[in-house]
DNA sequence: AGCGGCGTCATTTTT
DNA sequence: TGACGCCGCT
């Protein structure tokens, strides 16, 4: 394959839905690292660069299998922002940013940008936060937010942000965006040690690379140098993520800024029948194009695309359960596989959709997962214990100290905590040194400066304790000793009036001692042949890593389950049977009132439409509402302007659904033609 | 300080 | 339909 063999000079592979572009990745990884092609790179100098975890560790997983687990762990197979902490972590000092920094989650940034805004509303304070990621996406401070902002709630966010940023500066504690900026900053400003990434890799893959953002792109252009030899992999019909700073002026600027790029278009889709693929081809044809691009299959026509009209969300709920079971059943016309829950997901817009498939696949006694709601890591007993981790890698970590210091209760009160905060601002300290301060004496009882000190030197002890144990069994029995010292489980039942609740967020507790015990290591490992003893870790190191992964991937992969999932969190994902619930005006090209989007909206919108409808394997159904529930009543719904322009036109069975579908295009033109066009089309 | 009733309001989401 | 904020009451 021409895209593996080209190793000298920038590449872009334009890899379409479905045409195996972690295949490439890892072929070219093994590649580069093969004697006698003339890159003979060794596999420390290869880096690997996903968005997820997930997708890191399968790229692990796969390269493995061609090159073996020894060569497999020297490679550096990382996501963007753990990337970013090894930088922090290595050279952050270059910055004034000890290497013990604390990670903050969104949870975290939201209360914090609540105390900076002095609100309690958290709405508002996301809103805020979601603007200055944004900002932070696009490489700019708050003093370089200042010139572009427009309405008066903008001055507002970038009032807070300044504030935002001076009490992370007082934390030691970055956020998910610094993680991207703050490298690059570092990179940008500190020649040497640009020097020493530049040298230390020789060639950086990037997977996904539509949807990289402008601080992303910079912190690329910056690790491979202006002569730098890359692989960036992605398909710009697949960008979605553009909502959150994802730019495709990323793919546009490539042959601009490095004038040797080879552009390899991957067009043969090894997944889908040419039914679904020239539906999915109809779609994204109506998008401009940056690279021009037509997928093909040689897996044969298939079944057509099925349309079904359905009277509302009940109705389309009942609908894909009886699919699934006709499928299953081995009824449905042409379909022979012996076929596993596993083989089927529903895929929609946004999550609230789940909730009626979720009754309807329970009634039926289907069994189901649905993916990305809650995480593991989001759950309220895990942060207890992340934030006492958290305390012990950063002492001043204030947002982990508070939250430590209160769960579970330890006489530790909010009077307490305001003197005692009040007096570490005065004194700029963090709120862990204040509490050890002499002076502070003056402002507090001698009881709760009592309690307070027993706690620190509870903390202190913990934080020894943690740094010296290391391995599994060690680890385990340490956060057991722990866990037991602060009392949480009695606390768990003592807060929960449920005593089946509180059981089984004890249980998520010894899910996570587990966890974190496997990872300190030190246990034999069969690896592939090889048995290795894993390099053991303390706990905390292991705590360090926490806040990058979130979730727990291995515990539940491979379910043979109905899969449930919004239409982003399908990327990269396909199911032999798959139905697209809702394909609505207003769901699926999503708009907040009827009529109000861009035309950009729309061709992002459009590719999400696409990226649905490359999902499907063998079949498709693709469902549309008569009437929806909005709000309280039933609205009358028109079918997506996605339906029609799929042109299921050839070989469907049952033309009545395919002339209704038509008459109400039709209307929806009409009306669109009635009411002002929507500007920038 | 904590709890319960009432009104408001609803994309997508990884790290 | 439900989650959450706010306010008033104990």
């Not at 690379?209 to 960036?232: H, R, W």
């Not at 050839?650 to 209704?660: A, K, V």
Request: glycine letters at 8%; charged letters at 25%; proline letters at 3%.
């Amino acid at each position: 394959m021409e895209a593996v063999q080209h190793l000298h000079s920038p590449c872009l592979v334009l890899a379409g839905a479905g045409s195996g572009k972690t295949r490439v990745i890892t072929h070219k990884i093994a590649r580069l690292m093969q004697p006698g092609y003339g890159a003979d790179l060794a596999p420390s100098q290869i880096g690997a660069i996903t968005f997820t975890n997930k997708a890191a560790a399968e790229m692990r997983e796969r390269v493995k299998d061609l090159v073996g687990p020894r060569a497999a762990g020297k490679l550096m197979v990382c996501t963007f922002h753990s990337l970013g902490v090894r930088l922090l972590r290595e050279d952050g000092e270059a910055l004034g940013l000890k290497p013990q920094f604390s990670i903050l989650d969104a949870d975290d940034v939201t209360s914090i940008l609540r105390d900076c805004g002095a609100t309690t509303d958290a709405k508002l304070a996301r809103s805020w936060q979601w603007q200055i990621s944004l900002w932070k996406n696009m490489g700019l401070t708050s003093g370089q937010a200042m010139s572009v902002i427009k309405t008066d709630e903008e001055q507002v966010a970038v009032r807070v942000m300044k504030l935002y940023e001076e009490r992370l500066l007082a934390y030691q504690a970055v956020d998910f965006d610094d993680l991207i900026g703050l490298p690059l900053k570092l990179l940008a400003e500190h020649e040497h040690v640009r020097a020493k990434w530049q040298r230390q890799l020789r060639h950086v893959l990037v997977d996904e690379y539509q949807d990289t953002n402008a601080t992303q792109y910079e912190m690329l252009k910056l690790l491979v140098g202006p002569n730098g030899i890359f692989t960036a992999v992605g398909d710009d019909d697949q960008s979605i993520y553009g909502w959150r700073g994802a730019t495709l002026d990323n793919l546009k600027r490539l042959p601009q800024d490095f004038p040797t790029l080879k552009v390899i278009p991957l067009e043969q889709n090894y997944r889908s029948t040419s039914a679904i693929l020239r539906a999915a081809n109809n779609v994204i044809q109506l998008n401009p194009k940056l690279f021009q691009k037509t997928l093909w299959s040689d897996l044969g026509e298939g079944e057509p695309v099925r349309l079904v009209e359905c009277d509302n969300e009940e109705h389309e709920a009942e609908r894909a359960v009886a699919r699934i079971q006709a499928v299953r059943g081995g009824n449905a016309s042409g379909v022979q596989a012996a076929v596993e829950w596993n083989n089927f997901a529903i895929l929609y817009r946004a999550n609230h959709q789940a909730r009626i498939f979720e009754q309807a696949l329970r009634k039926a006694n289907i069994p189901y997962k649905v993916s990305g709601g809650q995480s593991f890591f989001d759950k309220a007993e895990i942060k207890d214990l992340c934030a006492w981790l958290r305390l012990l890698i950063n002492n001043d970590d204030d947002p982990a100290f508070l939250r430590a210091a209160t769960t579970p209760k330890r006489g530790i009160g909010h009077q307490t905590l305001g003197s005692l905060g009040e007096f570490a601002g005065q004194w700029k300290k963090s709120l862990f040194e204040a509490l050890f301060a002499d002076s502070l004496a003056a402002k507090l009882n001698a009881r709760a400066l009592g309690t307070l000190h027993e706690f620190g030197r509870f903390v202190n002890d913990l934080e020894y304790k943690a740094r010296h144990t290391h391995g599994a069994e060690d680890a385990k029995a340490f956060l057991m000793e722990w866990l037991k010292e602060i009392g949480y489980e009695q606390h768990l039942y003592d807060n929960e009036e449920n005593e089946k609740v509180a059981a089984a967020r004890w249980n998520n507790v010894l899910d996570f001692v587990d966890w974190v015990a496997k990872r300190c290591g030190g246990e034999i490992e069969n690896d592939g042949g090889m048995t290795t003893e894993s390099e053991r870790k303390s706990v905390l190191d292991v705590a360090q890593t926490i806040s990058l992964i979130t979730s727990l991937a291995e515990r539940n992969a491979d379910q043979n389950v109905v899969t449930l999932t919004t239409l982003h969190a399908s990327k990269g994902l396909e199911w032999p049977h798959v139905v697209l619930a809702g394909c609505n005006e207003g769901l699926l090209p999503f708009s907040r009132e009827e009529g109000e989007i861009s035309g950009q909206q729309v061709e992002e919108e459009r590719r999400l439409m696409y990226v649905g409808i490359t999902r499907a394997r063998l079949s498709l159904m693709v469902c549309v509402l008569r009437r929806r529930k909005k709000g309280r009543e039933y609205v009358q719904a028109m079918p997506s302007r996605f339906v029609a322009e799929m042109k299921l036109g050839e070989g469907t069975p049952g033309e009545s659904p395919r002339e209704r579908i038509k008459r109400l295009r039709e209307e929806l033109a009409a009306k669109a033609k009635a009411a002002p066009p929507p500007s920038g089309d």
